[in-house]
């Protein structure tokens, strides 16, 4: 489904992403992993084009996004939930779900606020609450409930797990689960490995900004000098 072949990322001067390539096929949960500053965030930033990669290519169902704006690469179908949520945080909590809305599009699951709330129970008992009212685990659920009524074709999660309540994780990771029942794609950005281990079906760790290992779990177990050398503090 997306294909990131050899991107090169910078803020100004400083070379982020140096040659980054891997795979997210439809249907998987991927985690990108690696310790803050890695280059995590970037790697999102870049496949929805809030940073543009200098070189390379970043592919979705076989169609180039790197050039195009930010809001094509969203109605192309790629959700995007920031570390940093920006949720509106003086609308509500229907508000904010109604600003995500996008009409539905083929090989994604539908989703709607009744739907949501099913997953979120939290959410619909703070529907009419404003966004600045909300804990951060219910912040955290608003963006991504904002985020899927865009139903998209594949989801990017930055650093879900990041700032909230351990009893909140592990809502998140039933959630992710649900979200891949439901046949939607995702991939997300992470440092707890536990939290990555337990809803992903592979793990991508990167350092520097390029591609240290690409496999599953298993494999990752297999070589605990890879997890040592690049996921420990």
């Known amino acids: 489904m997306l294909n990131v072949n050899d991107i090169h990322s910078y803020y100004g001067k400083a070379h982020i992403l140096g040659g980054l390539s ?17 280059g995590k965030s970037t790697t999102m930033k870049s496949v929805m084009q809030l940073v543009r990669p200098r070189q390379g290519s970043v592919s979705f169902q076989g169609q180039e996004l790197i050039g195009k704006p930010a809001f094509r690469v969203a109605k192309a179908g790629l959700g995007y939930v920031p570390e940093d949520r920006r949720i509106f945080t003086d609308l509500t909590v229907l508000e904010n779900l109604e600003v995500g809305r996008q009409p539905p599009r083929d090989g994604a699951p539908e989703w709607t606020m009744e739907q949501l709330f099913e997953i979120f129970p939290n959410l619909a008992e703070r529907r009419t609450n404003r966004g600045k009212h909300l804990s951060g685990g219910e912040q955290q659920m608003l963006t991504i409930g904002r985020t899927l009524m865009g139903n998209p074709l594949l989801l990017l999660l930055d650093e879900p797990s990041e700032g909230i309540a351990p009893v909140i994780v592990e809502e998140m990771a039933e959630t992710i689960l649900k979200l891949k029942s439901e ?17 992903a079906d592979r793990a991508i760790i990167i350092e520097g900004g390029e591609k240290k290992f690409d496999g599953s779990f298993t494999e990752l177990e297999a070589h605990p000098e890879i997890r040592d050398a690049y996921l420990s503090v």
């Open 183 to 199: 046949g939607l794609t995702v991939m997300i950005s992470e440092q707890n490995l536990h939290f990555a281990r337990a809803v």
């Open 22 to 38: 891997f795979d997210v096929p439809r249907g998987e949960v991927v985690a990108l992993l690696g310790r803050n500053g890695a």
